[in-house]
């Protein structure tokens, strides 16, 4: 079936420091790829997303990147700060939506 | 992000019990799905609905049940809870280019 793997499970990053994220989906009908940060006891919170005829989408300080052909996409935030600490979901949408199973980013100040 | 409502918010339930858990959405999208998750984890896929009359099963559909009672509504049933079943439950919606959240259900079996 469909599915979505994220690396890395854990990352800590200095302040300032930039985080890189890194997804790989298999559903070749995926067309949208959304990014969710998620704090504690709520909900996943859309933070970018990319649609499939982009390679590259920027906001701020973050970044998506897709690379349709190796079927890989990826979050880059750069000077992070300390209220980047979150959890960071990737999805992948085709036939259905399918998550990655989750960053814990650790920004240490 | 009131287009995705979900109830009850927070649910104590004992083992055993029979449980709904709603979702509705005002975004007009055909697909809703139904999320799972533990602490510490991922959303786990449990049932999913294309439209009206098509239900699917995710990955931990077992002991769990689904209706789709109109294009706007999906609900949730634990037939007979069980304390593995306690954890924080997401209704989701989405389109071609698009992904919605409701809330979230806290629900705990005891």
């Known amino acids: 079936g469909e599915n979505v793997e994220q690396h890395p499970s854990t990352l800590s990053v200095q302040e300032g420091d930039s985080a890189v994220i890194k997804c790989t989906y298999s559903?070749?009908?995926?067309?949208?790829f959304p990014w969710y940060k998620q704090e504690l006891g709520k909900r996943p919170q859309l933070i970018i997303d990319i649609r499939s005829n982009v390679g590259e989408k920027k906001d701020q300080r973050i970044a998506v990147t897709l690379n349709k052909t190796a079927k890989h996409f990826s979050l880059h935030i750069t000077e992070t700060q300390p209220e980047d600490s979150a959890v960071y979901f990737c999805a992948a949408l085709g036939n259905k939506l399918v998550f990655g199973a989750g960053t814990i980013l650790r920004v240490k100040s | 992000d009131a287009d995705v409502t979900q109830t009850p918010r927070n649910r104590i339930t004992k083992t055993g019990k029979r449980i709904m858990l709603e979702c509705s959405q005002t975004k007009g999208h055909d697909r809703m799905y139904w999320y799972r998750q533990d602490p510490g984890l991922g959303l786990r896929l449990i049932y999913y609905s294309f439209d009206v009359k098509d239900i699917n099963k995710g990955e931990i559909s077992d002991g769990y049940s689904v209706s789709r009672q109109a294009q706007a509504k999906f609900s949730l049933s634990l037939e007979s809870a069980i304390p593995n079943q306690t954890a924080l439950y997401f209704c989701?919606?989405?389109?071609?280019?698009?992904?919605?959240f409701g809330q979230g259900t806290r629900l705990t079996v005891v």
């Open positions: 559903d070749s009908a995926s067309n949208y």
């Open positions: 989701a919606t989405s389109a071609a280019n698009e992904a919605f």
